[in-house]
């Protein structure tokens, strides 16, 4: 079974505004990653986060993660049109390898 | 330096007919992958190898084998295809790194059809 859950499941926003992406998940992490898939293609990997992390950046990137509320959230400030993709949380289970495990993803437009 | 690369883009079978998806990196990654993505869901685990010489299921591996034919190549093999097994199929390949920990790259996919 899918280990989280995406929110929104789709999301549409003008260039130039900030979008938000919220994944949860149910069992302790190693860390939690944020893969960005456009239409037609592979995945490619945005940022990972540790367990121990609370906050991370990466360019226009912001990940969070409250493992307390085992839920982890993705910002992308000044958004662009090539950003319009589908975001993925994946997490790393504690003794599980390198295995990820994937939401459901979130798809984002950004129009012009 | 072509990364993760997968054969065919695109296939059709008939029911019962079995087919081999080829799955190569050049980035001397230890750890290789399969996965399934259906529609409107994310990627779930068919099998991995954690080094060469070894496979270990997934989350969906029911009606797959794999072979990690060395180091480079992890094939995926559907003996006897079926209608659920229309899907994308991706590979990825990781090694762990001290800077960018268990990052997997990801081939194009294969588009597969079974009817």
């Known amino acids: 079974s899918q280990q989280g859950e995406e929110d929104p499941q789709a999301l549409s926003i003008q260039e130039g505004e900030n979008a938000t992406m919220n994944c949860s998940y149910k069992?302790?992490?190693?860390?939690l990653q944020w893969y960005r898939q456009n239409s037609g293609r592979g995945l490619v990997h945005l940022i990972l986060i540790r367990s121990n992390e609370r906050e991370k950046h990466s360019g226009r990137l912001r990940v969070t993660l409250d493992t307390s509320k085992k839920s982890s959230s993705l910002l992308i400030t000044a958004s662009r049109a090539a950003d319009t993709a589908s975001y993925f949380c994946a997490t790393v289970t504690v003794g599980g390898f390198q295995k990820l495990v994937f939401g459901t993803g979130t798809r984002l437009l950004v129009s012009p | 330096n072509a990364g993760v690369t997968q054969t065919p883009k695109f296939q059709v079978l008939k029911t019962g007919q079995s087919m081999t998806l080829q799955c190569a990196q050049d980035?001397?990654?230890?750890?290789m992958y399969w996965y399934r993505q259906d529609p409107g869901m994310g990627l779930r685990l068919i099998y991995y190898s954690a080094s060469e010489g070894t496979t270990d299921k997934g989350e969906v591996p029911n009606g797959y084998n794999v072979s990690r034919l060395n180091k480079r190549e992890f094939s995926l093999r559907l003996e006897s295809a079926a209608p659920s097994q229309t899907s994308v199929y991706f590979c990825?390949?990781?090694?762990?790194?001290?800077?960018?920990?268990?990052?997997?790259?990801f081939g194009p996919g294969t588009r597969l059809l079974v009817l």
């Open positions: 069992t302790s992490i190693n860390n």
């Open positions: 980035m001397n990654h230890n750890s």
């Open positions: 990825a390949s990781s090694s762990i790194d001290r800077g960018r920990g268990e990052t997997q790259y």
